[in-house]
């Protein structure tokens, strides 16, 4: 899906802005391209044992995404093709035990390369729908998204400047997820609620507008 609606993007769409502040939809594509080619690092730095950082620096990593805006809409989609399938034969190159091997993201968090794949979805979706292009969180498949889901939940497990409370996403069939969170909630909030899309958009993107329960604002992620 992402490569079909950036293949619809003429010069005129890749210079309007996108849903991420400051950036066009060419600074978007760009950084989808180059976050594809860290994860190829963080996967080559599993499967060789050698550490491959996603990028030299954040400063290096900004400057690309500059430099690569810049450039004409046949050039950022062919870009961003080639580094899919730069990914892609990556992935495929791992042999099983190698995806537990320990990567770090270049904010130092380290974990298993098992992850990389869900950091892979998780750009892709978010920045699908940052692209405004006709997709929205409604449109991510429910295999993938339990998966999204978790990663996005993931950095509010582990923190110790808030206070506890649960989030429950209400799932396709009946199912539900539930997650003990540690926020900066209301004072009594005890659950927070609504479907896994809406849950999704709040814990990315801040929108609340379908959680129940006094959601607290939470910035964008990424």
Known sequence: MLRERVAGLDED??????????????????????????????????????????????????ADIEAGADRLAQVI????????????????????????????????????????VEMALFEAWNHLVDLDVGVGYADV??????????????????????????LVADLAGGAQRRWELAIAAAPGAEELRGSGTAVLAWLTRGDASGISGEPPELAAWG
């Open 13 to 62: 769409a890749f210079r309007a802005p996108s849903l991420l502040p400051g950036w066009s939809r060419a600074h978007l594509v760009s950084h989808l391209a180059r976050s594809a080619d860290a994860l190829v690092n963080l996967l080559t730095w599993a499967r060789t044992g050698i550490e491959h950082p996603a990028y030299p620096s954040r400063a290096d990593r900004d």
């Open 77 to 116: 989609r062919e870009d961003l093709g080639a580094a899919c399938d730069r990914f892609h034969v990556a992935v495929e190159g791992l042999a099983d035990d190698q995806w537990s091997a320990t990567v770090a993201h270049y904010t130092g968090r380290a974990f298993p390369a098992e992850q990389v």
């Open 141 to 166: 498949p429910d295999a993938a998204l339990e998966r999204l889901l978790d990663h996005a939940a993931r950095p509010h497990l582990a923190r110790v400047d808030g206070e506890p409370v649960v």
